[in-house]
């Protein structure tokens, strides 16, 4: 491995112990119940994880918004948002499979679940959300 990956996966191992250990990070409390197994909880959990997947593209995003001038940089959060909120359906998918799931008695495991996905995106989704 090259000395540059070798710095960069340590760099970013460090901001995670830094933000793991901070006063309101979500696992420092250890606290799965910060996530509301609710329609809104559902969608803002897929829209996360969007932000997570596509972690190269809202870096770029974050360092653009930053650059430029004010309301420029508030359009490209706006154009953002946009494009990530035309795949929130599938936050209302998630909300609607977990309504089901009360009354088919799988929505305790299915929010358990979403509960510690959330748990896991949320230390990735603090650091892409630096200039926020």
Known sequence: MSAYWTKMITHVMFCCVVLCSSEDSRL??????DFKCTMDGYVELTLEVYNVAL???ALLKETYAAVLP???????????????????????????????GLEFGYAEYLCLGSQYVSLAVGVFYQLLAFAE
């Open 28 to 33: 420092a409390a250890g606290n799965l119940e």
């Open 70 to 100: 004010k309301s420029l940089g508030k359009s490209v959060n706006y154009a953002w948002d946009g494009i990530l909120g035309a795949g929130g359906w599938v936050g209302y998918l998630m909300a609607a499979a977990y309504y089901f």
């Open 55 to 57: 972690f190269g593209l």
